[in-house]
């Protein structure tokens, strides 16, 4: 194990790595659950989405029972009406279609 191992194995012990802006797009109404999930637990919206990738990474699970009821409430209040079914048949609407959708109310 080298020296770098060793220091993250440590509990409670700082792990100093270097963050990067990403660009990423995401669904409107997970985002919106996310970021009041993120106030929800009084933590950035960048260390919820870090501590569910590395929970996930090892087949765990991120969240306590708690946490996901408040889920499930997070999830009603912004109508995100799907679950992990979903994942990888999302389809976005392009901006032109959503513009004809709109013009059709």
């Known amino acids: 194990m080298s020296k770098s191992d060793e220091a993250?194995?440590?509990p409670?012990?700082?792990?100093v790595v270097e963050r990067v802006q990403t660009g990423v797009r995401m669904?409107?109404?997970m985002v919106k659950v996310l970021k009041a999930l993120a106030e929800?637990?009084?933590?950035?919206?960048?260390?919820?989405?870090?501590g569910i990738v590395l929970h996930a990474f090892e087949s765990k699970s991120p969240f306590s029972a708690q946490t996901l009821?408040?889920?499930?409430?997070?999830?009603?209040?912004?109508?995100?009406?799907?679950?992990?079914?979903?994942?990888?048949?999302?389809?976005?609407?392009?901006?032109?279609?959503?513009?004809?959708?709109?013009?059709?109310?």
Do not use: C, F, W
């Open 40 to 50: 929800y637990l009084d933590i950035s919206l960048g260390d919820l989405l870090e």
């Open 8 to 10: 993250m194995k440590g």
């Open 27 to 29: 669904e409107k109404r």
């Open 12 to 15: 409670g012990k700082d792990l």
């Open 69 to 105: 009821q408040q889920i499930a409430r997070l999830k009603e209040v912004y109508g995100m009406d799907y679950g992990a079914e979903a994942s990888h048949n999302l389809t976005e609407i392009l901006p032109q279609q959503k513009k004809e959708n709109h013009d059709a109310i």
